[in-house]
């Protein structure tokens, strides 16, 4: 036996084996993974048949189904096996107080899924599940009902949404543009005047210059009033009808007609509609911002400044990492002082997150960014511009955290490349600049694109380093927006990371927002699979193009 165990030994069989079987069992845990998500991220887009329920009390309840489990303890002569529970998710969250329910099975007398049980997409306080019953405008009732009443719904839920559009355009757009248009004319005058000696003001010493800057704000007044009478008519319009509403206990509950979202009657729903409205919800989550604390609502904002995050970064890494490997490797003389440069990158590789988000804090946004604001921002001061987190400040921190990881994979392409390669370039005349630039850069470009997918992976899961250096919980603008220069990169971020985060451990709600939780991990993955492909199918390109090279 000890024999035959070292003849396999030696063989190195046994080890082989082992490898393939430690690669199967990664590749099954990061399938089932991905798999999870998957399942529950992409499941939180479908809309369920809504279930009423009469319990041994004569009490009912009403809500979508999502999940079952064994009662704790309930192994018994009589139940070999267990009682089982359900969790029904009930919503009317300000009715009840919470948004699920466990019901025992043995409780359950009967199960029906009435056609006329409304499910009502709330801006606030999550679903509402009940039974129309009459729509009232102000006081007066218009319609009495059920069937009546929800055909008179829907129309009146589009108008109010049309009214929530307009909204949000006047009070993002027009007068998101009045503000700064009127924010830049004060600055002007005050950086104008920090330029005058002490006592002159810009009124007394260039009255023609003034008077036209003071123009502008006051017309942005003017405008800005008339937006907000506008808004008020608004407002008002979004209050003059009211659905009353009948829960599962028999309560009546009134609900103005402008804070629901989306009106359905799921159990009277086709395959072909619920398919059109999962479609549907998918975009919004795309597209539409967050609301009720990001536990509802999409993802637009974080999705934006996620991938800028990670272009800028990489814009960051890219030419520092090259340009640091190519003179460690092609330039530099060989000695002592070379080798504590590589023995520091690698350390700084190996450095935890946190702490490079606290040299980002203290180095770019409080001595770079402060220095910043008092030569060329004096006057929006003590209000900081970049003197405060910001997109900039964020990327340049995790540029600090994977410029290591790019350093090392561009040597390690740039000594793969032949040395034949270089002398022939140099046989032929070629400086050695134009041999690097023409030859050795671009056959060793895989393995930089290497190190590169690797900096865009970490770069992007990174949130430690975020939380210090620019990112929050809500972005009121975006750093990508319509107004000059439309690249605003002191502006605060939205991250899917921190998002998760957010949601995961700080949400008030976290059972009612795990759903949330999943749909956000997969928008993550995807957009990190994606940019990763992007690169990898690069990187193949210039390797069939330079097959000659041994990367």
């Known amino acids: 036996?000890?024999?035959?165990?070292?003849?396999?030994?030696?063989?190195?069989?046994?080890?082989?084996?082992?490898s393939g079987a430690g690669l199967a069992i990664a590749l099954l845990m990061i399938i089932g993974l991905v798999a999870l998500i998957g399942i529950n991220g992409l499941g939180f887009f479908w809309t369920p048949d809504v279930l009423e329920l009469t319990l041994d009390d004569g009490t009912h309840v009403i809500g979508e189904?999502?999940?079952?489990?064994?009662?704790p303890n309930s192994v018994s002569a009589e139940h070999?096996?267990?009682?089982?529970?359900?969790?029904?998710?009930?919503?009317?969250?300000?009715?009840?107080?919470?948004?699920?329910?466990?019901?025992?099975?043995?409780?359950?007398?009967?199960?029906?899924?009435?056609?006329?049980?409304?499910?009502?997409?709330?801006?606030?306080w999550g679903n509402m599940y009940a039974r129309i019953q009459a729509i009232y405008k102000r006081d007066s009732p218009i319609v009495t009902g059920g069937d009546e009443s929800w055909k008179t719904l829907l129309p009146l839920v589009d108008n109010a949404n049309l009214l929530h559009a307009r909204?949000?355009?006047?009070?993002?757009?027009?007068?998101?543009?009045?503000s700064a248009a009127s924010e830049r004319a004060r600055l002007k005058i005050r950086k104008l005047e920090l330029a005058l000696p002490r006592g002159q003001t810009l009124q007394k010493v260039d009255p023609e210059r003034y008077a036209r800057l003071q123009a502008h704000i006051d017309d942005a007044e003017a405008q800005y009033g008339q937006h907000i009478d506008s808004l008020e008519k608004l407002y008002v319009d979004l209050d003059i009808y009211t659905a009353i509403l009948i829960d599962s206990s028999g309560l009546e509950t009134s609900l103005p007609i402008g804070k629901i979202i989306r009106a359905l009657r799921p159990n009277s729903m086709s395959f072909s509609e619920k398919t059109w409205l999962y479609i549907v919800k998918v975009w919004e989550v795309l597209a539409d911002e967050p609301r009720e604390a990001n536990t509802e609502g999409g993802l637009f904002p974080a999705i934006i400044g996620t991938v800028m995050m990670v272009l800028l970064t990489s814009i960051i890494v890219v030419p520092f990492g090259v340009i640091t490997a190519l003179y460690l490797g092609e330039y530099?003389?060989?000695?002592?002082?070379?080798?504590?440069?590589?023995?520091?990158?690698?350390?700084?590789?190996?450095?935890?997150?946190?702490?490079?988000?606290?040299f980002g804090l203290g180095f770019f946004i409080y001595a770079v960014g402060g220095t910043i604001d008092t030569f060329f921002f004096a006057e929006t001061l003590p209000n900081p511009t970049f003197g405060t987190g910001g997109l900039l400040w964020a990327a340049l921190t995790l540029a600090l955290l994977t410029v290591p990881v790019a350093i090392v994979a561009t040597e390690e392409g740039l000594a793969a490349v032949p040395r034949d390669?270089?002398?022939?370039?140099?046989?032929?005349?070629?400086?050695?600049?134009?041999?690097?630039?023409?030859?050795?850069l671009p056959v060793a470009m895989p393995g930089i694109l290497t190190g590169f997918i690797l900096a865009i992976a970490r770069a992007t899961g990174e949130v430690a380093p975020l939380m210090l250096t620019g990112v929050v919980k809500l972005a009121p603008d975006l750093p990508l927006d319509t107004t000059f220069p439309f690249?605003?990169?002191?502006?605060?971020?939205?991250?899917?990371?921190?998002?998760?985060?957010?949601?995961?451990?700080?949400?008030?709600?976290?059972?009612a927002a795990m759903p949330m939780i999943y749909v956000t991990t997969l928008v993550l993955?995807?957009?990190?699979?994606?940019?990763?492909?992007?690169?990898?199918?690069?990187?193949?390109?210039?390797?069939?193009k330079y097959a000659g090279a041994t990367v």
């Open 1 to 18: 036996m000890k024999a035959w165990f070292r003849k396999v030994v030696a063989s190195g069989d046994l080890f082989i084996w082992g």
């Open 65 to 71: 189904l999502t999940g079952s489990e064994q009662i």
């Open 80 to 124: 070999p096996h267990g009682q089982m529970r359900i969790r029904i998710k009930v919503g009317n969250r300000d009715l009840y107080g919470q948004d699920f329910r466990w019901i025992d099975n043995a409780r359950i007398v009967t199960r029906t899924t009435p056609s006329d049980v409304v499910l009502l997409e709330r801006r606030e």
């Open 167 to 178: 909204i949000h355009h006047i009070e993002r757009d027009e007068i998101g543009h009045l």
């Open 332 to 358: 530099a003389r060989q000695g002592v002082i070379v080798k504590i440069v590589r023995i520091a990158i690698n350390n700084l590789a190996g450095v935890p997150s946190i702490v490079i988000g606290i």
């Open 421 to 440: 390669y270089r002398e022939a370039s140099v046989g032929l005349g070629a400086t050695k600049f134009e041999t690097i630039w023409r030859v050795v």
């Open 487 to 511: 690249v605003h990169l002191d502006r605060k971020f939205m991250h899917l990371g921190f998002h998760i985060y957010d949601v995961g451990f700080q949400s008030p709600n976290v059972e």
């Open 525 to 544: 993955l995807i957009i990190v699979v994606a940019l990763n492909l992007l690169a990898i199918t690069l990187r193949q390109r210039l390797r069939k």
